[in-house]
Protein backbone atom coordinates (compact mmCIF):
# COMPACT_ATOMS: atom_id res chain seq x y z
CA UNK A 1 0.00 0.00 0.00
CA UNK A 2 2.55 2.26 1.40
CA UNK A 3 4.37 1.67 -1.75
CA UNK A 4 2.09 2.13 -4.27
CA UNK A 5 1.22 5.74 -3.17
CA UNK A 6 4.57 6.57 -2.44
CA UNK A 7 5.44 5.59 -6.63
CA UNK A 8 2.11 8.14 -7.11
CA UNK A 9 3.73 10.92 -5.27
CA UNK A 10 7.17 10.69 -6.24
CA UNK A 11 6.19 10.76 -10.10
CA UNK A 12 4.40 14.28 -9.65
CA UNK A 13 6.28 16.58 -11.67
CA UNK A 14 6.16 20.23 -10.24
CA UNK A 15 4.09 22.07 -11.63
CA UNK A 16 5.68 25.38 -10.57
CA UNK A 17 8.96 24.09 -12.21
CA UNK A 18 10.20 26.94 -14.63
CA UNK A 19 13.81 25.80 -16.23
CA UNK A 20 15.81 27.64 -18.91
CA UNK A 21 13.71 26.40 -21.95
CA UNK A 22 10.78 28.70 -20.51
CA UNK A 23 12.97 31.54 -19.97
CA UNK A 24 14.24 31.09 -23.42
CA UNK A 25 10.34 31.43 -24.71
CA UNK A 26 9.83 34.06 -22.84
CA UNK A 27 13.44 36.48 -24.39
CA UNK A 28 12.73 35.37 -27.83
CA UNK A 29 9.04 36.28 -27.22
CA UNK A 30 9.66 39.79 -26.66
CA UNK A 31 12.51 40.13 -28.63
CA UNK A 32 10.39 39.20 -31.84
CA UNK A 33 7.73 41.62 -30.82
CA UNK A 34 10.39 44.03 -29.97
CA UNK A 35 12.18 43.86 -33.84
CA UNK A 36 8.40 43.49 -34.99
CA UNK A 37 7.17 47.07 -33.57
CA UNK A 38 10.46 48.63 -34.56
CA UNK A 39 9.71 49.11 -37.98
CA UNK A 40 6.67 51.28 -37.58
CA UNK A 41 8.77 53.24 -34.43
CA UNK A 42 11.38 53.75 -36.76
CA UNK A 43 8.73 55.12 -39.44
CA UNK A 44 6.91 57.30 -36.82
CA UNK A 45 9.89 58.59 -35.99
CA UNK A 46 11.33 59.52 -39.30
CA UNK A 47 8.07 60.96 -40.03
CA UNK A 48 8.46 63.03 -36.37
CA UNK A 49 11.51 64.12 -37.07
CA UNK A 50 11.21 65.59 -41.16
CA UNK A 51 8.29 67.62 -39.46
CA UNK A 52 9.93 68.82 -36.85
CA UNK A 53 12.99 70.12 -39.14
CA UNK A 54 10.37 71.41 -41.97
CA UNK A 55 7.69 73.19 -39.19
CA UNK A 56 9.78 76.31 -38.31
CA UNK A 57 9.56 76.90 -42.14
CA UNK A 58 5.78 75.85 -42.20
CA UNK A 59 5.17 78.30 -39.35
CA UNK A 60 6.93 81.22 -40.49
CA UNK A 61 8.20 81.69 -44.34
CA UNK A 62 5.27 79.11 -45.68
CA UNK A 63 3.21 80.49 -48.07
CA UNK A 64 0.27 77.82 -49.55
CA UNK A 65 0.53 79.79 -52.69
CA UNK A 66 3.66 80.16 -53.14
CA UNK A 67 5.23 76.89 -52.04
CA UNK A 68 2.35 74.86 -54.66
CA UNK A 69 1.59 77.46 -57.58
CA UNK A 70 4.86 79.00 -58.45
CA UNK A 71 7.40 77.63 -60.04
CA UNK A 72 9.96 79.68 -58.82
CA UNK A 73 12.38 77.97 -56.80
CA UNK A 74 15.01 80.39 -56.10
CA UNK A 75 15.92 79.60 -52.01
CA UNK A 76 19.53 81.28 -52.54
CA UNK A 77 18.26 84.79 -53.36
CA UNK A 78 20.10 87.32 -51.90
CA UNK A 79 17.21 89.96 -51.87
CA UNK A 80 14.23 88.17 -51.79
CA UNK A 81 14.13 84.02 -51.85
CA UNK A 82 10.64 82.43 -53.41
CA UNK A 83 10.37 78.67 -52.85
CA UNK A 84 7.77 77.92 -55.36
CA UNK A 85 8.20 74.24 -55.77
CA UNK A 86 5.41 74.13 -59.16
CA UNK A 87 8.22 73.45 -61.47
CA UNK A 88 9.71 70.80 -59.63
CA UNK A 89 6.55 69.16 -59.10
CA UNK A 90 6.27 69.04 -62.56
CA UNK A 91 9.40 67.54 -63.45
CA UNK A 92 8.54 64.75 -60.67
CA UNK A 93 5.24 64.37 -62.59
CA UNK A 94 6.24 64.42 -66.17
CA UNK A 95 9.35 62.37 -65.52
CA UNK A 96 7.05 59.36 -63.41
CA UNK A 97 4.68 59.92 -66.10
CA UNK A 98 5.95 58.42 -69.04
CA UNK A 99 8.05 55.99 -66.56
CA UNK A 100 4.76 54.47 -66.67
CA UNK A 101 3.85 54.94 -70.77
CA UNK A 102 7.07 52.91 -71.05
CA UNK A 103 6.67 50.47 -67.78
CA UNK A 104 3.16 49.30 -67.36
CA UNK A 105 3.24 47.82 -71.32
CA UNK A 106 6.57 46.49 -70.66
CA UNK A 107 5.82 44.98 -67.44
CA UNK A 108 2.15 43.97 -68.27
CA UNK A 109 3.52 42.47 -71.26
CA UNK A 110 6.56 40.07 -69.40
CA UNK A 111 4.02 39.33 -66.41
CA UNK A 112 1.92 37.93 -69.02
CA UNK A 113 4.52 35.93 -70.71
CA UNK A 114 5.52 34.65 -68.05
CA UNK A 115 2.76 33.80 -65.73
CA UNK A 116 0.88 32.36 -68.80
CA UNK A 117 2.83 31.16 -71.63
CA UNK A 118 6.58 30.17 -70.28
CA UNK A 119 7.00 26.75 -68.43
CA UNK A 120 9.52 25.14 -66.38
CA UNK A 121 13.72 25.68 -66.91
CA UNK A 122 12.33 29.16 -68.97
CA UNK A 123 10.03 30.89 -66.18
CA UNK A 124 12.22 29.55 -63.77
CA UNK A 125 15.37 31.34 -65.41
CA UNK A 126 12.85 34.39 -66.10
CA UNK A 127 11.89 34.97 -62.64
CA UNK A 128 15.28 34.97 -61.21
CA UNK A 129 16.43 37.09 -64.12
CA UNK A 130 13.43 40.14 -63.33
CA UNK A 131 14.95 39.82 -59.63
CA UNK A 132 17.78 40.54 -60.85
CA UNK A 133 17.01 43.68 -62.26
CA UNK A 134 15.16 45.01 -59.63
CA UNK A 135 18.58 44.68 -57.79
CA UNK A 136 20.25 47.19 -59.95
CA UNK A 137 21.10 49.79 -57.86
CA UNK A 138 19.56 52.95 -58.89
CA UNK A 139 22.94 55.03 -59.45
CA UNK A 140 24.27 52.59 -61.94
CA UNK A 141 20.78 53.21 -64.36
CA UNK A 142 22.01 57.24 -63.47
CA UNK A 143 24.79 56.46 -65.30
CA UNK A 144 23.64 54.68 -68.27
CA UNK A 145 21.12 57.75 -68.67
CA UNK A 146 24.50 59.88 -68.56
CA UNK A 147 26.66 57.70 -70.73
CA UNK A 148 24.17 55.62 -73.39
CA UNK A 149 20.99 57.45 -73.57
CA UNK A 150 22.73 61.14 -73.33
CA UNK A 151 24.16 61.03 -76.58
CA UNK A 152 21.87 58.22 -78.25
CA UNK A 153 19.26 60.87 -77.59
CA UNK A 154 21.40 63.79 -78.92
CA UNK A 155 22.36 61.40 -82.11
CA UNK A 156 18.62 60.31 -82.86
CA UNK A 157 16.34 63.07 -82.31
CA UNK A 158 19.32 66.03 -83.12
CA UNK A 159 18.85 67.97 -79.77
CA UNK A 160 21.34 69.88 -77.74
CA UNK A 161 20.75 68.37 -74.63
CA UNK A 162 19.97 64.55 -74.40
CA UNK A 163 19.52 64.70 -70.23
CA UNK A 164 15.84 65.57 -70.19
CA UNK A 165 12.36 64.01 -69.58
CA UNK A 166 12.75 61.82 -71.85
CA UNK A 167 16.43 60.06 -71.16
CA UNK A 168 14.63 59.94 -67.43
CA UNK A 169 11.62 58.64 -68.15
CA UNK A 170 12.96 55.47 -69.92
CA UNK A 171 15.32 55.28 -67.37
CA UNK A 172 13.04 55.11 -64.60
CA UNK A 173 10.75 53.60 -66.87
CA UNK A 174 12.86 50.72 -67.04
CA UNK A 175 13.96 50.65 -63.21
CA UNK A 176 10.62 50.20 -62.04
CA UNK A 177 9.49 47.50 -64.38
CA UNK A 178 11.22 44.27 -62.64
CA UNK A 179 9.19 44.96 -59.58
CA UNK A 180 5.63 45.98 -61.37
CA UNK A 181 6.59 42.59 -63.29
CA UNK A 182 6.99 40.45 -60.21
CA UNK A 183 3.89 41.69 -58.55
CA UNK A 184 1.86 41.92 -61.92
CA UNK A 185 2.92 37.95 -62.37
CA UNK A 186 1.70 37.50 -58.61
CA UNK A 187 -1.24 38.95 -59.81
CA UNK A 188 -2.08 36.57 -62.27
CA UNK A 189 -1.09 33.62 -60.11
CA UNK A 190 -2.94 34.11 -58.06
CA UNK A 191 -6.62 33.73 -60.53
CA UNK A 192 -7.66 29.76 -60.24
CA UNK A 193 -6.73 27.80 -62.55
CA UNK A 194 -10.31 26.47 -62.95
CA UNK A 195 -11.35 29.57 -64.84
CA UNK A 196 -8.70 29.24 -67.42
CA UNK A 197 -9.61 25.34 -68.10
CA UNK A 198 -13.63 26.83 -67.84
CA UNK A 199 -12.85 29.63 -70.42
CA UNK A 200 -10.63 27.11 -72.22
CA UNK A 201 -13.57 24.44 -72.63
CA UNK A 202 -15.75 26.35 -73.59
CA UNK A 203 -13.40 27.25 -77.12
CA UNK A 204 -11.59 29.98 -75.61
CA UNK A 205 -8.18 30.63 -77.58
CA UNK A 206 -5.55 31.16 -75.33
CA UNK A 207 -5.21 35.06 -76.21
CA UNK A 208 -9.19 35.17 -75.32
CA UNK A 209 -8.65 33.12 -72.24
CA UNK A 210 -6.29 35.98 -70.48
CA UNK A 211 -7.57 38.50 -71.68
CA UNK A 212 -11.79 38.14 -71.17
CA UNK A 213 -10.82 35.93 -68.03
CA UNK A 214 -7.65 36.08 -66.35
CA UNK A 215 -7.09 39.96 -66.99
CA UNK A 216 -10.45 40.97 -65.17
CA UNK A 217 -9.94 38.47 -62.15
CA UNK A 218 -6.53 39.58 -61.55
CA UNK A 219 -7.80 43.87 -61.99
CA UNK A 220 -6.89 44.30 -58.97
CA UNK A 221 -3.36 43.25 -58.08
CA UNK A 222 -2.52 44.47 -61.01
CA UNK A 223 -3.92 47.87 -60.96
CA UNK A 224 -1.78 47.54 -57.16
CA UNK A 225 1.54 46.80 -59.03
CA UNK A 226 0.83 49.86 -61.43
CA UNK A 227 0.45 52.42 -58.35
CA UNK A 228 3.82 50.72 -56.46
CA UNK A 229 5.66 51.51 -59.75
CA UNK A 230 4.44 54.94 -59.79
CA UNK A 231 5.37 54.92 -56.08
CA UNK A 232 8.66 54.23 -56.88
CA UNK A 233 9.02 56.49 -59.52
CA UNK A 234 7.57 58.94 -57.29
CA UNK A 235 11.23 58.86 -55.19
CA UNK A 236 13.39 57.86 -57.20
CA UNK A 237 16.09 59.96 -56.62
CA UNK A 238 19.95 59.64 -57.91
CA UNK A 239 18.62 58.00 -61.18
CA UNK A 240 16.39 60.90 -61.55
CA UNK A 241 18.78 63.38 -60.42
CA UNK A 242 21.36 62.09 -63.05
CA UNK A 243 19.26 61.68 -65.88
CA UNK A 244 16.93 64.61 -65.92
CA UNK A 245 19.48 67.23 -66.59
CA UNK A 246 18.40 68.68 -62.92
CA UNK A 247 17.35 71.99 -64.95
CA UNK A 248 14.43 73.85 -62.80
CA UNK A 249 12.16 74.25 -65.88
CA UNK A 250 8.55 74.54 -66.44
CA UNK A 251 8.71 71.79 -69.56
CA UNK A 252 7.04 71.96 -72.95
CA UNK A 253 8.16 68.73 -74.57
CA UNK A 254 10.17 65.50 -73.52
CA UNK A 255 13.25 66.91 -74.70
CA UNK A 256 13.39 69.88 -72.13
CA UNK A 257 15.67 69.39 -68.60
CA UNK A 258 13.94 69.41 -65.36
CA UNK A 259 14.40 68.58 -61.93
CA UNK A 260 12.51 66.56 -59.83
CA UNK A 261 11.45 66.97 -55.93
CA UNK A 262 13.57 64.34 -54.34
CA UNK A 263 16.94 64.98 -56.65
CA UNK A 264 16.34 69.06 -55.56
CA UNK A 265 16.52 67.11 -51.72
CA UNK A 266 19.75 65.15 -52.29
CA UNK A 267 21.40 68.20 -53.95
CA UNK A 268 20.60 71.00 -52.09
CA UNK A 269 20.77 69.78 -48.46
CA UNK A 270 24.04 69.22 -48.23
CA UNK A 271 25.01 72.95 -48.93
CA UNK A 272 22.72 74.34 -46.52
CA UNK A 273 22.85 75.91 -43.02
CA UNK A 274 21.01 73.79 -40.69
CA UNK A 275 17.83 75.09 -39.52
CA UNK A 276 17.94 78.09 -42.09
CA UNK A 277 14.79 78.64 -44.29
CA UNK A 278 16.24 76.83 -47.24
CA UNK A 279 17.22 74.41 -45.46
CA UNK A 280 13.68 73.81 -43.71
CA UNK A 281 12.12 74.38 -46.80
CA UNK A 282 13.66 71.10 -48.46
CA UNK A 283 12.73 69.27 -45.12
CA UNK A 284 8.71 70.63 -46.24
CA UNK A 285 9.39 68.97 -49.83
CA UNK A 286 10.25 65.88 -47.76
CA UNK A 287 6.87 65.77 -45.52
CA UNK A 288 5.06 66.22 -49.41
CA UNK A 289 7.29 63.61 -50.78
CA UNK A 290 6.58 61.08 -47.72
CA UNK A 291 2.47 61.84 -47.82
CA UNK A 292 2.62 61.18 -51.24
CA UNK A 293 4.80 58.23 -51.34
CA UNK A 294 2.78 56.95 -48.30
CA UNK A 295 -0.87 57.19 -49.71
CA UNK A 296 -0.09 55.36 -52.99
CA UNK A 297 1.93 53.04 -51.55
CA UNK A 298 -1.33 52.38 -49.05
CA UNK A 299 -3.76 52.58 -51.65
CA UNK A 300 -1.65 49.94 -53.64
CA UNK A 301 -1.14 47.73 -50.52
CA UNK A 302 -4.72 47.79 -49.64
CA UNK A 303 -5.75 46.92 -53.34
CA UNK A 304 -3.55 44.10 -53.23
CA UNK A 305 -4.46 42.40 -49.99
CA UNK A 306 -8.07 43.20 -51.25
CA UNK A 307 -7.56 40.16 -53.99
CA UNK A 308 -5.97 38.34 -51.41
CA UNK A 309 -8.99 38.19 -48.78
CA UNK A 310 -11.89 37.29 -51.78
CA UNK B 1 -36.34 11.25 -60.23
CA UNK B 2 -37.65 8.32 -61.91
CA UNK B 3 -36.42 4.87 -61.66
CA UNK B 4 -33.50 4.47 -64.47
CA UNK B 5 -34.25 0.88 -65.46
CA UNK B 6 -38.07 1.96 -66.37
CA UNK B 7 -36.49 5.21 -68.87
CA UNK B 8 -34.06 2.17 -70.15
CA UNK B 9 -36.21 0.08 -71.30
CA UNK B 10 -38.25 2.76 -73.23
CA UNK B 11 -35.16 4.35 -74.74
CA UNK B 12 -34.09 1.19 -76.33
CA UNK B 13 -35.98 1.13 -79.23
CA UNK B 14 -34.91 4.88 -80.13
CA UNK B 15 -30.93 3.60 -79.49
CA UNK B 16 -31.36 0.60 -81.98
CA UNK B 17 -32.84 3.41 -84.70
CA UNK B 18 -29.92 5.45 -84.26
CA UNK B 19 -26.81 4.11 -85.19
CA UNK B 20 -24.56 7.37 -85.66
CA UNK B 21 -21.38 7.71 -83.29
CA UNK B 22 -21.27 10.37 -81.34
CA UNK B 23 -17.75 9.35 -80.40
CA UNK B 24 -15.83 6.51 -81.91
CA UNK B 25 -12.21 5.58 -80.92
CA UNK B 26 -9.67 2.80 -82.16
CA UNK B 27 -6.37 1.94 -80.75
CA UNK B 28 -6.46 5.02 -78.34
CA UNK B 29 -3.10 4.87 -76.11
CA UNK B 30 -2.32 7.90 -73.98
CA UNK B 31 0.66 8.49 -71.63
CA UNK B 32 1.44 11.15 -69.04
CA UNK B 33 4.77 11.50 -69.82
CA UNK B 34 6.13 7.96 -68.91
CA UNK B 35 3.11 6.39 -67.25
CA UNK B 36 0.63 5.10 -69.52
CA UNK B 37 -2.62 6.04 -68.75
CA UNK B 38 -4.77 4.57 -71.31
CA UNK B 39 -4.51 1.23 -73.27
CA UNK B 40 -5.97 0.78 -76.81
CA UNK B 41 -9.44 1.91 -76.13
CA UNK B 42 -11.93 0.85 -78.85
CA UNK B 43 -15.19 2.81 -77.72
CA UNK B 44 -18.24 3.28 -80.24
CA UNK B 45 -20.67 5.85 -78.12
CA UNK B 46 -24.17 6.91 -79.76
CA UNK B 47 -25.83 9.24 -80.42
CA UNK B 48 -28.53 11.21 -78.43
CA UNK B 49 -27.43 8.65 -75.80
CA UNK B 50 -26.72 9.38 -72.18
CA UNK B 51 -23.88 6.98 -71.63
CA UNK B 52 -21.94 6.69 -68.27
CA UNK B 53 -18.51 5.85 -66.96
CA UNK B 54 -17.75 4.15 -64.20
CA UNK B 55 -14.55 2.22 -62.80
CA UNK B 56 -12.29 2.59 -59.63
CA UNK B 57 -10.22 5.36 -59.04
CA UNK B 58 -7.16 5.96 -61.97
CA UNK B 59 -9.23 3.52 -63.94
CA UNK B 60 -8.40 6.45 -66.64
CA UNK B 61 -12.33 7.13 -66.97
CA UNK B 62 -11.62 11.04 -66.48
CA UNK B 63 -8.45 10.60 -68.68
CA UNK B 64 -10.32 9.56 -71.15
CA UNK B 65 -12.81 12.22 -70.87
CA UNK B 66 -10.70 14.87 -70.81
CA UNK B 67 -9.17 13.93 -73.94
CA UNK B 68 -12.55 13.84 -75.75
CA UNK B 69 -12.19 17.90 -76.02
CA UNK B 70 -8.75 18.05 -75.94
CA UNK B 71 -8.38 19.57 -72.61
CA UNK B 72 -5.94 17.41 -71.05
CA UNK B 73 -3.36 18.95 -73.84
CA UNK B 74 -3.45 21.86 -71.14
CA UNK B 75 -0.87 19.83 -68.75
CA UNK B 76 1.42 19.97 -71.86
CA UNK B 77 3.28 16.24 -71.06
CA UNK B 78 0.62 14.41 -72.57
CA UNK B 79 1.31 11.92 -75.71
CA UNK B 80 -1.38 10.40 -77.56
CA UNK B 81 -2.07 7.72 -80.52
CA UNK B 82 -4.96 6.18 -81.72
CA UNK B 83 -8.28 8.28 -82.89
CA UNK B 84 -10.94 9.71 -81.77
CA UNK B 85 -13.52 10.42 -84.20
CA UNK B 86 -16.32 13.15 -82.85
CA UNK B 87 -19.34 12.38 -85.74
CA UNK B 88 -16.77 10.90 -87.99
CA UNK B 89 -14.15 13.39 -87.74
CA UNK B 90 -10.72 12.71 -85.78
CA UNK B 91 -9.83 15.47 -83.61
CA UNK B 92 -6.65 14.37 -83.77
CA UNK B 93 -5.75 15.24 -86.73
CA UNK B 94 -3.27 17.95 -87.21
CA UNK B 95 -5.82 19.98 -89.22
CA UNK B 96 -8.33 20.02 -86.73
CA UNK B 97 -8.83 23.56 -84.95
CA UNK B 98 -9.19 23.05 -81.74
CA UNK B 99 -11.77 25.86 -81.18
CA UNK B 100 -14.10 24.17 -83.27
CA UNK B 101 -13.80 20.64 -81.35
CA UNK B 102 -14.64 22.50 -77.85
CA UNK B 103 -17.67 24.39 -79.86
CA UNK B 104 -18.86 20.99 -80.91
CA UNK B 105 -17.92 19.08 -77.07
CA UNK B 106 -18.91 20.87 -74.17
CA UNK B 107 -17.30 20.20 -70.54
CA UNK B 108 -18.66 20.05 -67.28
CA UNK B 109 -15.89 20.13 -64.60
CA UNK B 110 -16.10 18.12 -61.09
CA UNK B 111 -15.79 21.04 -59.50
CA UNK B 112 -18.57 23.97 -60.43
CA UNK B 113 -16.56 26.25 -61.91
CA UNK B 114 -18.65 29.18 -63.19
CA UNK B 115 -16.38 32.73 -64.27
CA UNK B 116 -16.42 35.16 -61.26
CA UNK B 117 -18.74 37.38 -63.48
CA UNK B 118 -22.40 38.27 -63.46
CA UNK B 119 -24.78 35.13 -64.24
CA UNK B 120 -25.73 36.83 -67.41
CA UNK B 121 -21.94 37.02 -68.38
CA UNK B 122 -21.19 33.45 -67.44
CA UNK B 123 -24.41 32.10 -70.02
CA UNK B 124 -22.73 34.65 -72.87
CA UNK B 125 -19.22 34.21 -72.66
CA UNK B 126 -19.25 30.99 -74.50
CA UNK B 127 -21.86 32.45 -77.09
CA UNK B 128 -19.80 36.18 -77.88
CA UNK B 129 -16.47 33.71 -78.18
CA UNK B 130 -17.81 32.26 -81.33
CA UNK B 131 -19.87 34.57 -82.44
CA UNK B 132 -18.21 37.70 -82.97
CA UNK B 133 -18.27 39.04 -86.11
CA UNK B 134 -22.44 38.94 -86.00
CA UNK B 135 -24.22 41.41 -83.63
CA UNK B 136 -26.47 40.26 -81.45
CA UNK B 137 -29.31 43.09 -80.12
CA UNK B 138 -30.03 43.14 -75.94
CA UNK B 139 -33.14 41.60 -76.37
CA UNK B 140 -31.66 38.68 -78.52
CA UNK B 141 -28.47 38.02 -75.70
CA UNK B 142 -31.41 38.18 -73.07
CA UNK B 143 -33.50 35.62 -75.25
CA UNK B 144 -30.58 33.19 -74.98
CA UNK B 145 -30.05 33.65 -71.57
CA UNK B 146 -33.22 33.22 -70.89
CA UNK B 147 -33.71 29.94 -73.04
CA UNK B 148 -30.52 28.86 -71.82
CA UNK B 149 -31.62 28.82 -68.06
CA UNK B 150 -35.14 27.58 -68.91
CA UNK B 151 -33.26 24.86 -70.65
CA UNK B 152 -31.22 23.94 -66.97
CA UNK B 153 -34.48 24.17 -64.83
CA UNK B 154 -32.86 27.48 -62.93
CA UNK B 155 -34.58 29.91 -64.48
CA UNK B 156 -36.96 30.87 -61.99
CA UNK B 157 -34.33 30.98 -59.27
CA UNK B 158 -32.16 33.16 -60.49
CA UNK B 159 -34.17 35.09 -63.27
CA UNK B 160 -34.28 38.39 -60.37
CA UNK B 161 -30.92 38.70 -59.95
CA UNK B 162 -28.97 37.90 -63.32
CA UNK B 163 -26.12 40.73 -62.52
CA UNK B 164 -25.61 38.78 -59.49
CA UNK B 165 -21.86 37.05 -59.42
CA UNK B 166 -22.43 33.90 -60.42
CA UNK B 167 -19.64 32.66 -57.84
CA UNK B 168 -22.16 33.34 -54.88
CA UNK B 169 -24.83 31.20 -56.23
CA UNK B 170 -24.99 27.32 -53.82
CA UNK B 171 -22.96 24.85 -55.31
CA UNK B 172 -25.89 23.08 -56.94
CA UNK B 173 -26.99 26.36 -58.87
CA UNK B 174 -23.48 26.69 -60.09
CA UNK B 175 -23.29 23.19 -61.11
CA UNK B 176 -26.33 23.78 -63.11
CA UNK B 177 -25.53 27.19 -64.85
CA UNK B 178 -21.75 25.57 -66.05
CA UNK B 179 -24.17 23.42 -67.67
CA UNK B 180 -26.45 26.16 -69.17
CA UNK B 181 -23.49 28.33 -70.10
CA UNK B 182 -22.45 25.46 -72.92
CA UNK B 183 -26.25 25.77 -74.43
CA UNK B 184 -25.69 28.69 -76.69
CA UNK B 185 -22.59 27.38 -78.22
CA UNK B 186 -24.91 24.61 -79.20
CA UNK B 187 -22.26 21.69 -79.06
CA UNK B 188 -23.46 18.15 -79.53
CA UNK B 189 -21.80 15.98 -76.87
CA UNK B 190 -21.72 17.21 -73.30
CA UNK B 191 -19.25 15.50 -71.13
CA UNK B 192 -19.22 15.68 -67.39
CA UNK B 193 -16.46 14.70 -65.03
CA UNK B 194 -18.29 13.30 -61.54
CA UNK B 195 -20.67 16.24 -61.84
CA UNK B 196 -22.18 15.78 -58.53
CA UNK B 197 -19.13 15.00 -56.56
CA UNK B 198 -18.88 18.24 -54.97
CA UNK B 199 -23.08 18.06 -54.62
CA UNK B 200 -25.10 17.63 -51.90
CA UNK B 201 -28.19 14.94 -51.91
CA UNK B 202 -30.71 17.07 -52.97
CA UNK B 203 -28.51 18.94 -55.64
CA UNK B 204 -27.31 15.76 -57.35
CA UNK B 205 -31.03 14.21 -57.81
CA UNK B 206 -31.43 18.26 -59.06
CA UNK B 207 -28.62 18.01 -61.46
CA UNK B 208 -29.67 14.08 -62.88
CA UNK B 209 -32.94 14.70 -63.36
CA UNK B 210 -31.53 17.63 -65.64
CA UNK B 211 -29.31 14.51 -67.40
CA UNK B 212 -32.47 13.28 -67.62
CA UNK B 213 -34.10 16.47 -69.53
CA UNK B 214 -31.30 17.18 -72.19
CA UNK B 215 -30.43 13.19 -73.26
CA UNK B 216 -31.64 12.78 -76.44
CA UNK B 217 -31.08 16.98 -77.60
CA UNK B 218 -26.58 16.12 -76.63
CA UNK B 219 -24.96 13.04 -76.40
CA UNK B 220 -23.91 12.84 -72.97
CA UNK B 221 -20.89 10.99 -71.57
CA UNK B 222 -20.76 11.09 -67.74
CA UNK B 223 -17.82 9.74 -65.56
CA UNK B 224 -19.18 9.04 -61.95
CA UNK B 225 -17.92 6.97 -58.78
CA UNK B 226 -21.22 6.60 -57.60
CA UNK B 227 -22.59 3.19 -59.59
CA UNK B 228 -25.89 4.18 -57.95
CA UNK B 229 -25.61 7.28 -60.04
CA UNK B 230 -24.69 5.71 -63.50
CA UNK B 231 -27.69 3.09 -62.72
CA UNK B 232 -30.15 6.07 -62.61
CA UNK B 233 -29.15 8.37 -64.72
CA UNK B 234 -27.42 6.57 -68.12
CA UNK B 235 -28.73 4.28 -70.89
CA UNK B 236 -25.18 2.87 -71.67
CA UNK B 237 -22.60 2.23 -69.23
CA UNK B 238 -18.97 1.55 -69.75
CA UNK B 239 -16.78 -0.01 -67.40
CA UNK B 240 -12.88 0.80 -67.03
CA UNK B 241 -10.00 -0.93 -64.86
CA UNK B 242 -6.21 -0.14 -65.15
CA UNK B 243 -6.87 2.00 -68.17
CA UNK B 244 -8.44 -0.36 -70.29
CA UNK B 245 -12.05 -0.88 -71.28
CA UNK B 246 -13.86 -4.12 -70.04
CA UNK B 247 -17.15 -3.55 -70.62
CA UNK B 248 -19.49 -2.04 -72.29
CA UNK B 249 -23.32 -2.45 -72.67
CA UNK B 250 -26.91 -1.21 -71.60
CA UNK B 251 -26.67 -0.05 -68.15
CA UNK B 252 -29.70 -2.81 -67.33
CA UNK B 253 -27.86 -5.24 -68.47
CA UNK B 254 -24.40 -3.99 -66.97
CA UNK B 255 -25.57 -4.58 -63.48
CA UNK B 256 -28.15 -7.12 -63.96
CA UNK B 257 -25.56 -9.59 -65.50
CA UNK B 258 -22.18 -8.25 -66.28
CA UNK B 259 -20.71 -10.35 -68.54
CA UNK B 260 -17.00 -9.88 -67.21
CA UNK B 261 -16.11 -11.18 -63.53
CA UNK B 262 -14.16 -7.95 -63.19
CA UNK B 263 -17.23 -6.19 -63.64
CA UNK B 264 -19.67 -8.51 -61.68
CA UNK B 265 -16.70 -8.07 -58.91
CA UNK B 266 -16.82 -4.01 -59.18
CA UNK B 267 -20.28 -3.45 -59.10
CA UNK B 268 -20.75 -6.10 -56.01
CA UNK B 269 -18.15 -3.70 -54.22
CA UNK B 270 -15.96 -6.59 -54.06
CA UNK B 271 -12.82 -3.62 -54.40
CA UNK B 272 -12.51 -0.40 -55.60
Redesign the interface.
Do not use: D, F, M, V
Given at each position: MNHASGQQTGNLPDINQRNADWYIDKIVQYLVFLSGISAIILIVGIFIFVTIEGFGFLLEDFSFREFFLSPWWEPTDDDEPTYGILALMAGTASVTGLAMLVAIPFSLGSAIYVAEFA?GKTRETLKVLIELLAAIPSVVWGFIGLSIMNPLIIDLFDVPVGLNILNAGVILGLMAAPIMTSICEDALKAVPD????????????RW?VIY??VL??AKNGLLGGVLLGVGRGFGETMAVLMATGHAINMPSSVFDSVRALTATIAAELGETAVGSPHYQALFTIGIFLFTITFIINLTADLIVRGIRKS | MDSGIDMNTTTQTEIEANTELAIGTSALNLWYGDFQALYDINLAIKQGVVTSMIGPSGCGKSTFLRSVNRINERLGYVIINGSIDVFGNNIYDPEVELVQVRKQVGMVFQRPNPLPTSIRENILFGHKLHNRDKKYSRDDEDEIVEESLQQVLLWDKVKDHLKRKATELSLEEQQKLCIARLLPVKPRILLMDEPCSALDPKGTAAVEELIWELRGKYSILIVTHNMAQARRASEECIFMLMGKVIEHTDTADMFVTPQHQETADYIEGRYG
Open positions: TRYREAAEALGGTQKTPA | -
